[in-house]
C-alpha cells in the first residue's frame, strides 16, 4: 500500500518513461536533415537527367554523374527515412533497420578504404579504367564532360597515362581516316592557363597530339591525370583523412543514438508488460 500512498503505479508509476525525448529528438532531426538532402540530391540528378538530349539518355550509364547521383540519394533517403519514422514512432524494427543499414555502408566504406591502400595496384588500374572509358564517352554525356574538364583544369593534367589517351575518344582518335575536325586534338581544358586571357580559346588543343611531347608541352598538359591525381592524393592524406573522418563520425553517431534509443524502448515495453502484469495485485 505503500507504493500506492506514493502515488505511482509499478517501480516507476504509469506515466514514467524510460524513452529519453533528448535521444528521441536529436535522431529524429539528426535524419531530418539529411533525408531533406537526399530529396534535393535526387531532384538536381532528375532534372540534370531530363535536361539532356534524348540520345544522350542511353549513354555511358555506368559513370552518368547524375545517375550516380540520383541512386545515391535514394539510397540516402530510404535509410534516413527508416530513422525518421522509427524515431519518431519508436518503432524497433524501424530502428533496426535503419542501424543496420549504417552499418553496412561504414563497414563498406572502411573496406574500400583498406582494400584501396592494400591493393593499390588494382585500385590504381581500375582508376585508370574509369578514366579511359570516360574518355571514350566524353562527347556522349555534358556533365561527364565538364567533369573531365574540370578535373583536367583543377590537377593541371590532360588525359589518363598522357594527352595522347585522348585518341581512344572517336572525335580525338588521330588516325588518317578519321573525319572529324578535332582530329588529334585534345580538349579545351588541356590547355596551359594564362590568367590574362579574357575569353577562352576552345580550339587551343588542336593538332596537339601530332606534337612530340616537348612540343605539345609548350601548349598544354602533357602529364596524364592518373599520376597526377596519385601524387595529389599522397600530398593531402591528411586532409583526405579529415574528410573520412568527418563522414564516419555522423554514421556512428546515427548508429549509436539508434541502440540507445532501442534500448530504451524495450526497456519501456517491459515495463508496460510488468505493469499489465501486476494489475490485479492488490498490494500493487
Given amino acids: 500500500m505503500a507504493r500506492r500512498a506514493a502515488g505511482?503505479?509499478?517501480p516507476h508509476g504509469d506515466d514514467f518513461s524510460f524513452v529519453s525525448p533528448a535521444v528521441k529528438y536529436v535522431l529524429f532531426f539528426f535524419n531530418m536533415l539529411f533525408w531533406m538532402i537526399s530529396m534535393v540530391m535526387v531532384a538536381v540528378g532528375v532534372y540534370a537527367r531530363l535536361l539532356k538530349h534524348a540520345e544522350a539518355a542511353?549513354?555511358?550509364?555506368?559513370?552518368?554523374?547524375?545517375?550516380?547521383?540520383v541512386v545515391v540519394g535514394v539510397l540516402t533517403f530510404l535509410i534516413?527515412?527508416?530513422?525518421?519514422?522509427?524515431?519518431?514512432?519508436?518503432?524497433?524494427?524501424?530502428?533496426?533497420?535503419?542501424?543496420i543499414c549504417l552499418t553496412i555502408v561504414f563497414l563498406l566504406q572502411l573496406a574500400a578504404g583498406v582494400l584501396g591502400f592494400v591493393f593499390s595496384d588494382k585500385a590504381r588500374g581500375k582508376v585508370s579504367e574509369i578514366i579511359n572509358g570516360a574518355i571514350v564517352h566524353y562527347r556522349?554525356?555534358?556533365?561527364?564532360?565538364?567533369?573531365?574538364?574540370?578535373?583536367?583544369?583543377?590537377?593541371s593534367c590532360c588525359g589518363g597515362v598522357s594527352y595522347k589517351d585522348w585518341s581512344q575518344n572517336m572525335y580525338f582518335n588521330c588516325t588518317a581516316a578519321n573525319p572529324s575536325r578535332e582530329r588529334c586534338s585534345v580538349p579545351f581544358s588541356c590547355c596551359l592557363q594564362d590568367a590574362q586571357?579574357?575569353?577562352i580559346?576552345?580550339?587551343?588543343?588542336?593538332?596537339?597530339?601530332?606534337?612530340?611531347?616537348?612540343?605539345?608541352?609548350?601548349?598544354?598538359?602533357t602529364n596524364g591525370c592518373i599520376d597526377t591525381l596519385v601524387n595529389w592524393i599522397h600530398s593531402n592524406l591528411f586532409l583526405l583523412g579529415g574528410i573520412a573522418l568527418g563522414l564516419a563520425v555522423p554514421q556512428l553517431v546515427g548508429i549509436l543514438l539508434a541502440q540507445i534509443l532501442i534500448n530504451q524502448?524495450?526497456?519501456q515495453i517491459k515495463l508496460?508488460?510488468?505493469?499489465?502484469?501486476?494489475?490485479?495485485?492488490?498490494w500493487y
Fill in 8 to 10: 505511482g503505479r509499478g
Fill in 58 to 69: 542511353l549513354a555511358c550509364l555506368a559513370v552518368d554523374p547524375a545517375i550516380l547521383l
Fill in 265 to 267: 524502448i524495450r526497456d
Fill in 201 to 221: 580559346n576552345t580550339m587551343c588543343g588542336q593538332g596537339m597530339q601530332a606534337m612530340s611531347y616537348l612540343e605539345a608541352s609548350a601548349f598544354i598538359y
Fill in 140 to 155: 556522349d554525356d555534358l556533365d561527364l564532360q565538364n567533369l573531365i574538364d574540370f578535373g583536367q583544369k583543377e590537377f
Fill in 272 to 282: 508496460q508488460l510488468y505493469n499489465q502484469q501486476h494489475r490485479a495485485d492488490p
Fill in 197 to 199: 586571357e579574357a575569353v
Fill in 80 to 99: 534516413t527515412f527508416c530513422g525518421c519514422v522509427g524515431s519518431l514512432r519508436e518503432n524497433i524494427c524501424l530502428l533496426q533497420t535503419f542501424s
